[in-house]
């Protein structure tokens, strides 16, 4: 086609055109191209940035194993809670599975021996030949408390947390004058408790061996036997140990280099509000990790992590009436405030629908945390609502 008719084709149909096509190009060419642009991604589940390409595979198949359902074959239950670790962390987050806890509600280590032998978790689910599940027994002196299973992104750098600073941040709440004080859940095996609404487990492998055993009948070397239920049947349909050390391994590895997500922008007085209204006591804005840990890209890095990782006698409002390993009915570990945006409910059982909820729950009389509640309060209608937004934010 002529370039007259060519021409004439195009601007009937609208289109702009050169009447110098070469020079049109070399304009083109020689154009600057545009910066480029970082595209924000909020959502949780991704892992770090600066993993070696042997920690990138083991995180896509730990992330394998993590969204799994576990079937009978693969030596789930008797007794179970949900078949798959993403059933209770859905995008690594709470929920929608739960644990259903019971004890009584005066702490009688006699009733509960009497009421709960098999233990304080209920087990809902029955498979590989069980029939009957195990549930608590309708009785008055019982309180039964929905646990929410905490989120697992950012969890890597509690773990890289060194002992020295948790120490540190021990004795300094031991030193103060205010309600605030925090103590460390020292487990039998002298480690600090860091994991678990009550910090009950000191490392991730151990965190995800528990949660194989106790929420999926999952048994592992660590923990070699499913747990009892009301027919005494202690193993499945995969007779021995289900989860190997390596699968165990990798599904520690894979919650250890989840990036903590990232944070919307909050007013620049959010921080200053946070310590104002006392928050900052226990949620200790943030970290330097060990320089040694292992894995390099969690060590010696910021860890903006919002906790002192310490118990803290929350009051007998909160109370779940368990008491894992020091950590009494009444103590919980300071929650990370991490990837909050994404969590339906706040608190250990859900009670709170929101950031402010979950503040006004802990200024009770007897709780820790009511000097910071009142703090809260006496801030400006317009500063509470500020602070609030900057907790949402994170």
């Known amino acids: 086609m002529a370039r007259a008719n060519l021409v004439a084709l195009l601007a009937a149909c609208g289109l702009a055109v050169s009447c110098n096509f070469s020079t049109a190009r070399e304009s083109t060419e ?206 499945d349909a995969k007779p021995g140990v289900d989860f190997s050390a390596e699968q165990v391994t990798l599904l520690a590895e894979y919650v250890r280099v989840l990036q903590i997500p990232e944070r919307q922008k909050a007013s620049a007085r959010g921080p200053a509000l946070f310590a104002a209204a006392r928050c900052s006591v226990c949620h200790t804005p943030s970290f330097t990790t060990s320089v040694d840990f292992p894995v390099k890209a969690l060590a010696g890095v910021k860890a903006d992590v919002y906790t002192d990782l310490l118990v803290h006698d929350m009051g007998a409002a909160l109370s779940d009436g368990l008491t894992e390993e020091s950590a009494g009915p009444r103590e919980f570990r300071t929650a990370p405030l991490i990837g909050l945006r994404f969590l339906p409910s706040l608190l250990h059982d859900g009670r709170a629908k929101d950031v402010a909820e979950a503040i006004l729950a802990h200024g009770e009389s007897d709780s820790e945390g009511r000097d910071s509640v009142l703090a809260f309060k006496a801030l400006p209608e317009r500063d509470q609502q500020e602070l609030v937004k900057f907790v949402e934010s994170l």
């Open 30 to 235: 020689a154009r600057t191209p545009a910066p480029t642009r970082k595209v924000k991604v909020d959502h949780p589940g991704l892992p770090l940035e600066k993993l070696t390409e042997r920690e990138l595979q083991r995180f896509k198949e730990g992330d394998g194993l993590f969204e799994a359902t576990v079937r009978e074959s693969d030596g789930l239950g008797p007794l179970y809670v949900r078949d798959a670790c993403a059933a209770c962390h859905a995008s690594d987050g709470r929920g929608p599975g739960l644990v259903m806890k019971v004890a009584p509600k005066n702490g009688d280590p006699a009733l509960t021996a009497k009421l709960l032998p098999l233990g304080n978790t209920e087990r809902p689910y029955a498979t590989a030949g069980a029939k009957t599940a195990l549930l608590a027994p309708a009785h008055p002196e019982l309180q039964q408390t929905p646990r929410l299973p905490p989120a697992v992104f950012g969890r890597g750098f509690l773990e890289a947390i060194s002992d020295h600073d948790i120490e540190r941040l021990a004795k300094l709440a031991g030193e103060r004058t205010g309600a605030e004080r925090g103590r460390i859940n020292r487990l039998k095996n002298g480690s600090i408790g860091r994991f678990g609404l009550k910090a009950r487990l000191a490392t991730l492998h151990e965190f995800a061996a528990d949660a194989l055993s106790g929420d999926m009948g999952v048994s592992s070397p660590t923990h070699p036997e499913e747990p009892a239920g009301p027919e005494g049947l202690r193993d």
